[in-house]
């Protein structure tokens, strides 16, 4: 029942037709055909380049390193400002969603850190409702984000050493907590081991579900808040080199989510918290709040897909393509892929 309703909620916009017609009409026939043989539904047109806060491609290398002080010994404070608001994001062409953020966007930014650090977090409640930020890992209770519920217009200056390294969610822990989740409240905390990680494509991919008609079910589900965004815009990787995901899932009303990557298999580093691989697979399936570190290399070129192993979810949004290209150039251009500084090698003090 709740594929209908989405589906009959969705068409009114444009969403629910055949993939061949949402490329015919954007002019990108290339994947035409690696998509037909899928028989994929998919949205027609595009969101806007802000429609979540943030553009969903930017924000697969965007990390937020806080501003950064030097202590008198010797150890590293970083210190962001966090707001929480209300906004409305667009989900799908056409489809708005009334979510509570943080900075204005979901998810909120990727908090990036190394292991010993100093983090300093100055809360601001702009929103309409008390709120907290509870951080996944090791800090003192009263850092924890569940009590004092920080009212309207209230301040929170949350303060701990980062650990352990690894990936870690944050979010809102106030009452009702599905509700506080589901509207938008949450992110991704990367900590880094003190000896880094090895240089590697690094993306943040947080899947996501959206209640639009109010009925405690998901109509629209996505990797980073926009249905289908990574089929319009596949993100491209030079072939063979390494490409690391954090991954995390932050989906409410759904027991589990997953992913699945066609055509290859990944290194599974379960939190992050261990160096060594705790498994070589192609799926992987999460509870809301787990989250985990995926390393792999696009060895031939052509589309990837990857998408979660629940058709229903990936036929309501929460699907897209890697792009394995050959010539370095490609990472310069306008439409939506990564950018050639994208790069990045984990565990280095912040710029």
Not at 53 to 70: A, E, M, N, Q, W
Not at 83 to 91: C, F, K, L, N, S
Not at 258 to 276: C, E, P, Y
Not at 317 to 342: R, T
Request: hydrophobic share 40%.
């Amino acid at each position: 029942m709740r594929r209908g309703v989405a589906t009959a909620a969705l068409a009114a916009t444009g969403v629910g037709v055949v993939a061949r017609t949402m490329r015919q009409a954007a002019g990108q026939t290339e994947h035409i055909d690696a998509i037909d043989a899928h028989l994929v539904q998919a949205t027609v047109g595009d969101v806007g380049p802000d429609a979540i806060g943030i553009d969903p491609t930017d924000f697969l290398t965007t990390f937020d390193r806080g501003k950064v002080v030097r202590l008198p010994d010797g150890r590293t404070l970083r210190e962001w400002d966090i707001v929480a608001q209300d906004r409305t994001i667009e989900v799908a062409p056409g489809i708005t969603f009334a979510a509570w953020t943080y900075n204005g966007q979901v998810p909120g930014p990727t908090l990036r850190c190394t292991e010993g650090d100093l983090l300093r977090i100055n809360f601001l409640n702009a929103g309409t409702h008390p709120h907290t930020v509870h951080f996944h890992g090791f800090h003192p209770p009263a850092m924890d984000g569940v009590a004092p519920m920080v009212e309207v217009g209230g301040r929170f200056v949350y303060e701990f050493t980062a650990r352990p390294y690894g990936l870690h969610p944050y979010h809102c822990h106030a009452i009702p907590l599905k509700k506080h989740l589901h509207k938008g409240l949450y992110g991704a905390l990367i900590i880094d081991p003190p000896e880094g990680r090895a240089p590697a494509r690094e993306l943040v991919m947080v899947m996501n579900g959206f209640d639009t008609d109010f009925d405690g079910a998901n109509e629209v589900y996505a990797v980073n808040s926009v249905a289908f965004h990574y089929m319009h815009h596949p993100i491209r990787i030079r072939r063979g080199e390494l490409v690391r995901v954090y991954l995390l899932n932050l989906t409410e009303f759904d027991p589990i989510n997953s992913f699945h990557l066609h055509a290859g298999m990944f290194k599974l580093f379960r939190t992050g918290t261990r160096m060594d691989v705790h498994e070589f697979t192609d799926i992987l399936m999460l509870c809301q709040g787990e989250r985990a570190i995926l390393e792999f290399t696009l060895d031939d070129l052509g589309q990837y897909m990857f998408h979660a192993h629940q058709s229903e979810f990936a036929e309501l949004g929460w699907m897209g393509f890697f792009e394995s290209v050959e010539d370095p150039e490609a990472f310069n251009f306008d439409d939506g892929g990564l950018l050639a500084g994208a790069l990045c090698t984990s565990g280095t003090v912040a710029q």
